[in-house]
Every structure is written in structure tokens, then in C-alpha cells.
Nanobody, 124 residues
Framework: QVQLVESGGGLVQAGGSLRLSCAVS????????MAWYRQAPGNQRELVAA???????AYAESVKGRFTISRDNAKNTVFLQMDRLKPEDTAVYYC??????????????????WGQGTQVTVSS
């Protein structure tokens, strides 16, 4: 069973930065599409950023220019660098992996594995 373990969440003031990491077990990380989703209380889970096995990226409009997704296949890890954080970025952030080789960005239903989530709280 593939396991995803997020780290790096915490409390930060508005305008600050955090870097989330997601370590993925197993031998096939390099072919996975990876994504970060977030869910705030009372809201649906929403895509924050995604990256395909080929390095193609996609971002939610609300985080473009502030967040950067990247991956290190040698370390089986995907990152989310979050800069200029806002109070509305407060949520539980989840890492997700899609094991099917694809060219495009997967939809939420296509992710096979999820992490347990890490809390990000941005104070005003």
C-alpha cells in the first residue's frame, strides 16, 4: 500500500511563508501525478496545485504567483512552497497521488492515494 505523509504545516502570520512536503512510499513515485488539495471548515476540498510526471503544473487562480509546486523524484517527495500567505489560505492541506500515467492534470476522482492532511493556519 502506498503511503503519503505530509509535513510542514503550522501557524504563520499573513504575508509569511511555509513549505509543505509530502513523502511517498514505494518505487513508482516518478510516474505519479501529484497534487495538493485543501479543505477549510464548511467548504469542499479544492485543488491548490498539481504536477504531472512530466513536470506540467497547474494552479488554482487564488494561489497563482504565490504558491509553487515541485517534485524531487530521487527523494519521492513533492513540495508546496507557499509565499505571501493570506488568512483565506487557512485550511487542512492534503497531498494526493494518481498512479495512472497521464498527459493532463487528473481530476479529484482520479487520485488513488491521499495523505492524512496537515493544518495551515494564517493569522491576520
Amino acid at each position: 500500500q502506498v503511503q503519503l505523509v505530509e509535513s510542514g504545516g503550522g501557524l504563520v502570520q499573513a504575508g509569511g511563508s511555509l513549505r509543505l512536503s509530502c513523502a511517498v512510499s514505494g518505487s513508482f513515485f516518478s510516474v505519479y501525478a501529484m497534487a495538493w488539495y485543501r479543505q477549510a471548515p464548511g467548504n469542499q476540498r479544492e485543488l491548490v496545485a498539481a504536477i504531472t510526471s512530466g513536470g506540467r503544473t497547474a494552479y488554482a487562480e487564488s494561489v497563482k504567483g504565490r504558491f509553487t509546486i515541485s517534485r524531487d523524484n530521487a527523494k519521492n517527495t513533492v513540495f508546496l512552497q507557499m509565499d505571501r500567505l493570506k488568512p483565506e489560505d487557512t485550511a487542512v492541506y492534503y497531498c494526493a497521488a494518481d498512479r495512472q500515467p497521464r498527459v493532463g492534470i487528473p481530476g479529484i476522482a482520479e487520485y488513488d492515494y491521499w495523505g492524512q492532511g496537515t493544518q495551515v493556519t494564517v493569522s491576520s
